[in-house]
Nanobody, 125 residues
């Protein structure tokens, strides 16, 4: 099983990026998928989660209104559209899958079972 995250890069404040996370080895269409991020010296934190059919989402206040999570179960892929990026959004972004839930939108790292390798997002002021 592998989660391959991509789409990171360097942008100026106010810019946009779209992250993708493609799963292989098994289908995750029945499970919650999420994006986390980890900035240098900080703990990994949840930035978005989506339920199995894409109709229910979660965002913390820090990204609400700027980030959008979506999924394409036919492609076994989850996306994170990030708009109006700020320097404080700079971090390594990870995708994750929870095998414990189809609908409950977990926010803790220990509630997720599979992780992508991370993709770096750098936002300059």
């Amino acid at each position: 099983v592998q989660l391959q995250a991509s789409g990171g890069g360097s942008v100026q404040a106010g810019g946009s990026l779209r992250l993708s996370c493609a799963a292989s080895g098994r289908t995750f269409s029945n499970y919650v998928m999420a994006w986390f991020r980890q900035a240098p010296g900080k703990e990994r934190e949840s930035v978005a989660a989506v339920n199995w059919n894409g109709r229910s989402t979660y965002y913390p206040d820090s990204v609400k209104g700027r980030f959008t999570i979506s999924r394409d179960n036919a492609k076994n892929t989850v996306y994170l559209q990030m708009n109006s990026l700020k320097p404080e959004d700079t971090a390594v972004y990870y995708c994750a899958v929870s095998l414990s839930s189809a609908s409950y939108l977990y926010t803790r790292t220990n509630q997720y079972d599979y992780w992508g390798q991370g993709t770096l997002v750098t936002v300059s002021s």
